[in-house]
C-alpha cells in the first residue's frame, strides 16, 4: 500500500515537471518569436524530458532534471549575477522542486538505496546551497545598495534661517515646506529607547463598496499642531482635535457630506488660522469637504464659525459650471498666509475635454469672501469675473500641497495637466504654457510673477504633486541665494530662484521621442533635463530587468516586455499598449522632500513601479464595457462615470485609456527591486551624499495578502518623510507597516516600529505640555498602494524619567 502510495506521488510529480516544462517551452517560444533569449527553449525541453523520466520511473530523470537546472543556473548569473532578488524567481522554484525530488519517498520507487546519496544526497546539497546563495546575495546586493557618494557637509546655515517652535503649523512645520524640526531630544542616541506613547483611533473606516472598481480610501492625514493641540481630518473628511500630550479627543466635527460619488477618499490635514478681528473664532481651523466646501471651525470647540462664510461654509463650486458629484473636490490643505486662504482643488482625472475649472482661489482669512482668483485662460489671470461668467473649463489644476514665502509675498502653485491626461490635440495656448508648471503668484492680488514649466505638452499625467521646497542657498561667490526645489514624478530635481523662476542648476532640453502617437496628436521634441541637479528617475527598464515571483510569470513580464511599447521615460501614448515608466503615481508624488536648512540637505523618498498605458479607441473601449456613451457637457445627460478608476475615457478625444501598475498574474511587479530608496543630496554641491533602499516585503505578498518574508528588497512608498535638528530622519510610508527613524548623516536605519496599518502619511514632531519630545504618524492605510487598511493615529516618545 506505501510501495503504491510513493509510487503514485513519483508520478505525479513527474507530470508537474512535465507542465514546467511545457510551460517553459511555449512561453520561451514565444518569447523568442518576440525577439528575446532564447534560453527558455532549452531549459523548457530539459524540465519535459526530466519529468517523462520521471512518470517512467527511470532514474535519469533526476539526473536530467539536476542537468537542466544547472544550465538554468548558468543562464541566471549570465543575466543577472549574484543579485538574489533576481535570483529568486528565476531559480528558487526550482531548486524547491529539486529538493522535493531529492527525498526518499520519491526516490525510492525509481533508485535503490545504494544509489540514493548519487542522486539524493549530492543533488540536494546543490539545491540547498543555491537557495542559501540567493538569500545571502539577496543581503548582499541590498548592502551593495547602500551607498556613500560623498561626506555630509558641515554646518551651513545663515542666522534665523532654522524654525524656533515646535509647533508645526504647515503640512511641511513651515510655509517654506522644509518638513525639518529644531527640536533636540530625541538623538540618534536615544532614539532607539522609544516607546508607544499613546494611540488614538477615529472611528472612520472604509465603508462597504469604498474598496472595490479602483476607489481608494487612504488616511495620509499630517496633523497640524498648535499649542497642546493636534487637527486631524479624516477620508470622509471628519475634522478632530486631541491633546496633543494624551491624545485625548477635545472636539470631533462632521460634515456630514455624501461621499459615495468620490472615487478618492483622501484628506491631507487641514490649516490653522490665527484672526483677532473674528471675536467669534479668533483661531481656526480651516479644511474642506468631499462634495466641494470649504469649512472654519472653531479651533478650541469645533463649532461652526457663524460670520465664516455662509454660517461657517463656502461653496468652491461657485462660478464653475456644470460640476458633477465627485468631480472637484480638495485633498490638501489650503494655504494661510498674510489674510489670504488660498486653494485650488483635485478635478477627476482623465474623463473629458472641458471639465471643471483648475482655478486657483484666495479668500479673505476672517470672512472666507472672495479676495482673487487666478484663472489662466482670462487676460490678466486674476481679472474678476463678469456677471454670468464662470471660470474656464479644462485648465491645469493645482491640487497638491502649496508653499509661500512671506517676505516675498508669494505663494507657490503646482499645476497639473489640462484634461484629459493623455491625449492634448485640442490643448490651448494657455494650456501649452501653464501644463506641469510651478506658478509664483503675489499672495495679496494672485498676479503672476513668474511660472516655470517642467514638462513641455505633458501627456504622461508628470503634473506637479506638490509645491517647492524652498530654502537659502549660497552661490559660488557666497552670497545667500533665496532658492527652491521642485520635485517631480520624473525623478527630476529642479533648484530655482524662488524670487524669478531662473534655474541655478542647468536645465537643458533633451530630444525625446515623438513617434508612434496618436492621430492629431503634436508631441514636443525635446523635455526640459534638469541635468545640473541629481537624477533620480529609474534606469530605462530592459528585458533582463523583468521580475516575477516564479519562473513563469517572470517569463511573461519578458514576453510583455517585448510586445508592449517603450522607448523610455517619455514614451509616446499610441494605439495599443505601452510601459509607463515612470508613471502618474511618480518616483515622487504628494509627499515632496525634505530639507535640512542648517545643512543644506534635501532628503527625498523614492518609489519604482512601472504601469501599462493601454489606448483604445471610445467605441472599443465602450464595446469591452469599460465606458459608456456620452454627448458631452451641454447635453443635458449625466456623467456616466467609467467601469473603474483605471479607465479614463477622455470624452471628446475619440481615445479612451487605461493605466494600471504593471503586475503578472499573481500581482507581483514586473520590474526588479529596489522599489523603493531613500536618498541624501547636499543641496550646496548638488551631489547624492548617500542612497539606500528601504522597506521589506513583510506585508505585501502575491493575490494581495500581507504575510511574506520581510526580505529587504526596497518597497513602494507613499508618504513623506521629516528631519530634526538632532540629525534623525523619521519615516513610514512603506508598505510594510513600520514607522523608522535613519541616521540624517550615514542613512543607517536606527529604529522601527511596527504600526497597527500602512503608514503611507508624513509624520510630525513636536514637544507636549509635559516636556517630551513626540512622533505621531497615521496608521490607515493607502488603498492604491494595497496596504492594510485602518484608523489609528499613533505617538511615540522616550520613557517618562
Known sequence: MKKNHRGILTFITGIFVCLCGITLLALGGWLAIEGGTGWYLLTGAGFLLSGVLLVLKRPAGLIVYLLTFIICTIQALTEVGLDGWQLMPRLFTFALLGIWLCLPWIQKPIVTVARRIRYGLAPGVFYMAVIITIFWSGWHITGERFVSHHPFPGFTAQPGTQPDSSDWRYYGNNAAGQRFSPLTQITPVNVAALKPAWRYNTGDVMRKGEDSAGREFSFEVTPVKVGNSLFICTPHRQIIALDATTGRQRWKFDPQSDTSANEYLACRGVAYSAVNSDSECPEKIISTTADARMVALNAKTGKLCKNFGNNGYVSLTDNMGDVPPGFHFITSQPMVMDGKIVLGGWIYDDQAEGEPSGVVRAYDEATGKPAWAWDMGRTPANAPLRPGETYTRGTPNGWGTYTADAKLGLIYIPLGNATPDYYGSKRRPFDEKYSSAIVALDI?????????????????????????TLMDLPD??????????????????????????????????????????????HLSPTQPDSSGMPDLSPPDLKETDMWGATPFDQLWCRIQFHRFRYQGKFTPPAEGTSIAYPAFDGVMDWYGASVDPLHNVLIANTSYIPFTMQMMTSQ???????????????SGQPYPKPKEFAVGPQYGTGWAAVVKPWLTVLGAPCSAPPWGKVYAIDLT??????????GTTRDMNIFGTHTNVPLPTGMFMMGGNIITRSGLIFMGATADDYLRAFDEKTGRELWRTRLPAGGQATPVTYIGDDGRQYVVIAAGGHGGLGTRSGDALMAYALPEK
Open 685 to 694: 554641491t548638488r551631489k547624492i551624499i548617500w542612497e539606500r533602499p528601504a
Open 444 to 468: 495679496h492680488t494672485g498676479e503672476e510673477r513668474w511660472h516655470f514649466q517642467t514638462v513641455h505638452h505633458d501627456v504622461w499625467d508628470f503634473d506637479l504633486p506638490v509645491g517647492p
Open 620 to 634: 472599443e473601449a465602450i464595446a469591452k464595457g469599460l465606458m459608456k456613451p456620452w454627448a458631452g457637457w451641454h
Open 476 to 521: 559660488r561667490n557666497g552670497r545667500i541665494i533665496a532658492a527652491l526645489v521642485q520635485t517631480t514624478k520624473m525623478g527630476q530635481l529642479f533648484l530655482l530662484d524662488r524670487r524669478t523662476g531662473k534655474p541655478l542648476a542647468d536645465v537643458r532640453e533633451r530630444a525625446v521621442p515623438t513617434s508612434p502617437s496618436l492621430p492629431g496628436e
